[in-house]
C-alpha cells in the first residue's frame, strides 16, 4: 500500500484562527464537496508562509462563507491571511494508482476557486509511471482563449526545447494568464 493524494487545496487564505476551540479546522462545505473532502477526514496542512506542517481533521464551516479557520492547538501555527495547502490522502495498492484522478483546487487571495485540476498517472513507453497535469477548469467562466499568441506552436518550441507537457501547461497556464479573457 501507497499513501497517496486524494484531493489539494493549494493556496487556500486563512481567515480565522481560534486558540480556545477544541481543534480541527474549519472550512466551507461547497470548496470540500468540490474537492471531496469529508466532515471529521484527517487532512496534512502546509502553511506556505512559515513553513509549518500539522495533521488535524476537517469540520464544516457555514457554506458560502469560504471560510479556512485553523483551531485549538493548530491556531498556533498560523496567521491570518497565510497561505496554506491542504492534502487529503489514501492509501491505494500500487496498481490502482493509474486511476486515480486527485481534484486540486487553487485559490484567488479571497478564497474563491480560481482552478480546477486534476493530476494524473499513466503508463507510458517511456516509463511506468508518467505523471501530468491535467486543467479542466477557470473559475468564472474565464476559458484561456489566447489571442495573440499561437499556443500549438509555443507548444512546439517549448518541447523543442526540451520541456516535457507537463512543464509546458504549466509556462501556458502561469505565464499566459494576461491573454485569459
Not at 48 to 72: H, M, Q, W
Not at 84 to 113: K, M, S
Amino acid at each position: 500500500m501507497k499513501k497517496v493524494v486524494r484531493a489539494k487545496l493549494h493556496g487556500i487564505t486563512i481567515t480565522g484562527a481560534d486558540l480556545n476551540y477544541h481543534g480541527s479546522i474549519t472550512l466551507d462545505p461547497e470548496i470540500c464537496e468540490k474537492a471531496g473532502i469529508l466532515p471529521m477526514e484527517f487532512v496534512e496542512i502546509w502553511n506556505k508562509d512559515s513553513g509549518a506542517r500539522i495533521s488535524t481533521y476537517v469540520i464544516y464551516g457555514e457554506p458560502g462563507s469560504r471560510c479556512c479557520v485553523l483551531n485549538g492547538a493548530a491556531a498556533r501555527t498560523c496567521q491570518r491571511g497565510d497561505q496554506i495547502i491542504i492534502c487529503a490522502t489514501e492509501y491505494i495498492d500500487t496498481a490502482d494508482i493509474y486511476g486515480l484522478r486527485p481534484v486540486v483546487l487553487t485559490f484567488t487571495p479571497a478564497n474563491e476557486i480560481d482552478e480546477v485540476m486534476r493530476y494524473e498517472v499513466n503508463k507510458t513507453p517511456a516509463r511506468e509511471f508518467d505523471f501530468k497535469i491535467v486543467r479542466e477548469e477557470r473559475m468564472g467562466g474565464s476559458a484561456r482563449v489566447l489571442s495573440r499568441v499561437d499556443v500549438d506552436a509555443l507548444s512546439k518550441d517549448l518541447r523543442q526545447r526540451g520541456l516535457d507537457d507537463r512543464a509546458i501547461a504549466d509556462v501556458l497556464s502561469c505565464h499566459l494568464s494576461e491573454f485569459a479573457d
